[in-house]
């Protein structure tokens, strides 16, 4: 199963890392994608991460603030959140699965499903 944590409540322009852990199964193989989730929204893709760490993808609307990451040998994806907007509050899942699948940010294509973190950005 895969697991989040590092949400919380930041004022904007702060910064928050989200974790990503897996345990049961190995991560290495896999690709690991981030999605958010606000209130009365739907769910869209955010940030996605090759299974070497090498390719990285980015929404356009978290480009530049966001960076994801990953530490294979902690069975662990990143993701780190700079310069928050209160448009970034949401419940940030992570996701595994192939490559093609985390790219284009097919939430039901993946193999396993975190159950989220609440980000909440306010003043």
């Known amino acids: 199963q895969l697991a989040e944590s590092g949400g919380g409540l930041v004022q904007p322009g702060g910064s928050l890392r989200l974790s990503c852990a897996a345990s049961?199964?190995?991560?290495?193989?896999?690709?690991v994608g981030w999605f958010r989730q606000a209130p009365g929204k739907e769910r869209e893709g955010v940030s996605g991460?090759?299974?070497?760490?090498?390719?990285?993808k980015y929404a356009d609307s978290v480009k530049g603030r966001f960076t994801i990451s990953r530490d294979n040998a902690k069975n662990t994806v990143y993701l780190q959140l700079n310069s928050l907007k209160p448009e970034d509050t949401g419940v940030y899942y992570c996701?595994?699965?192939?490559?093609?699948?985390?790219?284009?940010?097919?939430?039901?294509?993946?193999?396993?499903w975190g159950q989220g973190t609440q980000v909440t950005i306010s003043s």
């Open positions: 049961g199964f190995p991560l290495h193989p896999y690709a």
């Open positions: 996701v595994a699965g192939t490559w093609p699948a985390v790219s284009a940010y097919k939430w039901d294509a993946a193999d396993y």
């Open positions: 991460i090759d299974y070497s760490g090498a390719i990285k």
